[in-house]
């Protein structure tokens, strides 16, 4: 497969079955997962599971033979977005629908600039890699690209936030203006979740949509990791921030491990493009797809997955303040419902790869999965399935405490 390939772990795991929120190896252990944001609804979930089936006895087709599966999936999911977003189109994976929307954007602003996080990552085809930062040195950033750092986050001072944000993103701008670069949008994963998990304050994106549009652009929300309930308070991470952005790109729990994403976009962002560029995506919104995607959204609403991510995530957030107040290697504790991050500190009070690291592999061998993010990965990074309890929160907490108190 080649040394491009990265396993977790010093190490690695080989798992042979999912149920829920528990991964099992090889040798029959039992892991608790709280990493994996893909099997968002609960691993090899029997619902999701016969609807993939159901379906794939029936027909598995593409989008240019009419299918009623497609279209009510396709409506019922505009349905949880603001009535602007009234169009919708069907990839196969988070990275598809990231570069579509580039295309959609670039056709309807003439430009070729965008603006994105330090730390980005929103996918790997080569328009996109060169839009995430997270891909490494190695692979460059596209030219006409701008780089915006995250403020530093005072909780007791949350207006600084937005201001100092806010100021990043009109910098961004004049530099884009004085190399005759025209402005094509901003690319934002609305949590910033590879850049260490930035939640708050709410609202803060809602002058950086004004600044963008009055230069021309348009507003990307990549919801591949926030999206689906998983903040707890709301289904789409931009709707924290009460905006409605031009286009919303979706991936990963969309299909609960089904190859299942895509994009809705405002009508009139999309019509030239629509209507001058053909677009057609073999397996992305076949009628299997369909019929997993509406399962999906049936257990997260059958199952109150979204108020189970609030509820439980606001008590595990408070549990890991906590424990930050015992061990000082824990520093500032971020997040919303179930997305958490908690930087990971030297005892001189800076940031800590190694200590992330020794952290994240110890908690594996307690059963316990987590992983790192952040620019020099020291964040822990806490996304477990929306289908998990309270003793498994607590069984976290338990185990991070055994892990802390021999540091």
Known sequence: MGPAYQLFYDHPLQFVKGEGAYLFDKQGNKYLDFYNNVASMGHSHPKIVEALCKQAHELCTHTRYLHEGIINYGERLLATMPAELANIMFTCTGSEANDLALRIAKDFTGGTGFIITEYAYHGITESIASLSPAMGEYVPIHKDARIIKIPTYDPSHPEQFTRDFVENVQSALKDMQRHGIKLAGILIDTLMTSDGVFAEPMGFFRPVIDLIHDAGGVFIADEVQPGFGRTGSHMWGFARHEIVPDIVTMGKPMGNGYPLAGLTVKPNVLKRFANEASYFNTFGGNPVAAAVGMAVLDVLEEESLMLNAKNIGEQLKNDLVNLSHKYPILGQVRGAGLFIAVDVMTSNNSTST??????????????????????????????????????????????????????
């Open 354 to 407: 190694e200590n992330a690291r020794y952290i994240v592999n110890k908690l594996r061998e307690e059963g316990i999965l987590i992983g790192a993010s952040g620019k020099n990965s020291d964040v822990l990074k806490i996304r477990p399935p929306l289908c998990i309890s309270n003793n498994d929160a607590a069984m976290l907490i338990h185990s991070l405490d055994k892990v802390l108190y021999r540091i």
